[in-house]
Every structure is written in structure tokens, then in C-alpha cells.
């Protein structure tokens, strides 16, 4: 059974950092890519960050870039979000999303994990 | 601001059908298959429909979705109960080079 286990959520004050981690299983982690998505509560779905299956090409959203950094490693079959120079308004529940390529057939967003709340308030 | 347009709510009777547009523009709808995914509350999204119209294994073929130019629709029929959750279409945009998602839209089966 696939799953994505978020930790490392939790209360930090802007301006500050919080490193998110993502702990797979039940899959071949290494062959296959990775996100990061969050929700505000009661909102919509922001895609964040995109890793490939080396690690080697990573992609971000707009509003992260520069301030986020998604890493993996795929020994330990997790992946990572640090997050750096927080603001109120990344304030959110963030899921761990896995794409799938399969058989030349593409699968984006196919496994969610249950998500990781962070708070960013003084 | 969602860069996906999609109506903030929908509903319809038991056995009947729905539909939930998505609209975008020529950067990701236009360019590019959409996805959608169903959220329960308290749960994570659940992948319905890639590649515009196909349904990965054990979705039920009652939902299926299409695209036109630069908008897309997600139908439901025969509805249930069960089918009142929250609704997400996505898409690349080559423009910006980010997923973009539409607000969702809350299905109520009444």
C-alpha cells in the first residue's frame, strides 16, 4: 500500500524556518517524482515544488521560489521541503504528492499524503 | 487568485447529473490535458480523471471529464450521495511553468 507520511509541521513566527519531511513507502520511491502542494484551510490547492527521481531538476511556484528548496533522498525514501523566510500567508496544511509515469501513461498528483499543518504567527 | 476559473458551488438530486466547468486560457487548459480531483472534508484530494478524460482503475465510469478550447468539464451522472465533496481541476501553464489550479468547486447532492 502506498504511503506519504508528513512531519516537522507546526507553530513558527515570520521570518522564521521550518523544514518539512516526507516519509514514503509501499512504492519504489526512487522512480518516481515528487511535490509539494499545500491548502489554506477552507481553500483551494497551491502546488509548491516538483522534484525529479535523481533530484537533479527541481521546479517551484512563484510565490516559494527563493525561499523554498525541495531535496530527496532516495535512500532513506523521503523527501524534503525547508522552508525559509516565512510569512503569514504560507500559513497552510502541506501535502506531500506523488506523480506517477507508468507504462508511458502519466498519473500527476496520483498519491496524497495526509498533510503537515504549518502556522506562521507571532 | 486561482488562475483556473471554476463556480464555487453546484448541485443536483440523487440520480441525477452535474456538471463543473473549468475555465483557463491558452497557456494551460489550451496547451495541456487537465486533471481533477475530489476532496472529502478532512481528507486529502483523491485523483478522478487525467489526461482530460481518462479515469485511473476504480473510479467509477459515472464520472467522466472533456475539454473545449480553453475550457474543461468534469460530469457526473447518475449522482450519489457519496459524491458531495470538493472539486479541483489543474493544469500546466507553460507560461508561468507551474501547476495551476482551479478554487474548487463544493458539490452538494441535495
Known amino acids: 500500500e502506498v504511503q506519504l507520511v508528513e512531519s516537522g509541521g507546526g507553530l513558527v513566527q515570520p521570518g522564521g524556518s521550518l523544514r518539512l519531511s516526507c516519509a514514503a513507502s509501499?512504492?519504489?520511491?526512487?522512480?518516481?517524482?515528487m511535490n509539494w502542494v499545500r491548502q489554506v484551510p477552507g481553500k483551494g490547492l497551491e502546488w509548491l515544488a516538483y522534484?525529479?527521481?535523481?533530484?537533479?531538476?527541481?521546479k517551484y511556484a512563484a510565490s516559494v521560489r527563493g525561499r523554498f528548496t525541495i531535496s530527496r533522498d532516495n535512500a532513506k525514501n523521503s523527501v524534503d521541503l525547508q522552508m525559509n523566510s516565512l510569512r503569514a500567508e504560507d500559513t497552510a496544511l502541506y501535502y506531500c504528492?506523488?506523480?506517477?509515469?507508468?507504462?508511458?501513461?502519466?498519473?500527476?498528483?496520483?498519491?496524497w499524503g495526509q498533510g503537515t499543518l504549518v502556522t506562521v504567527s507571532s | 487568485q486561482p488562475v483556473l476559473t471554476q463556480p464555487p458551488s453546484a448541485s443536483e438530486t440523487p440520480g441525477q447529473g452535474v456538471t463543473i466547468s473549468c475555465a483557463g486560457g491558452s497557456s494551460n487548459i489550451g496547451s495541456n490535458t487537465v486533471n481533477w480531483y475530489q476532496q472529502y472534508p478532512g481528507a486529502a484530494p483523491r485523483l478522478l480523471i487525467y489526461s482530460t478524460d481518462d479515469r485511473p482503475s476504480g473510479v467509477p465510469d459515472r464520472f467522466s471529464g472533456s475539454k473545449s478550447g480553453t475550457s474543461a468539464s468534469l460530469a457526473i451522472s447518475g449522482l450519489q450521495s457519496g459524491d458531495e465533496a470538493d472539486y479541483y481541476c489543474?493544469?500546466?501553464?507553460?507560461?508561468?511553468?507551474?501547476?495551476?489550479f482551479g478554487g474548487g468547486t463544493k458539490l452538494t447532492v441535495l
Open positions: 489543474a493544469a500546466w501553464d507553460d507560461s508561468v511553468k507551474e501547476w495551476v
Open positions: 509501499g512504492f519504489r520511491f526512487g522512480s518516481f517524482e
Open positions: 504528492v506523488r506523480d506517477n509515469l507508468d507504462s508511458g501513461t502519466y498519473y500527476p498528483f496520483d498519491y
Open positions: 522534484i525529479s527521481t535523481s533530484g537533479g531538476t527541481t
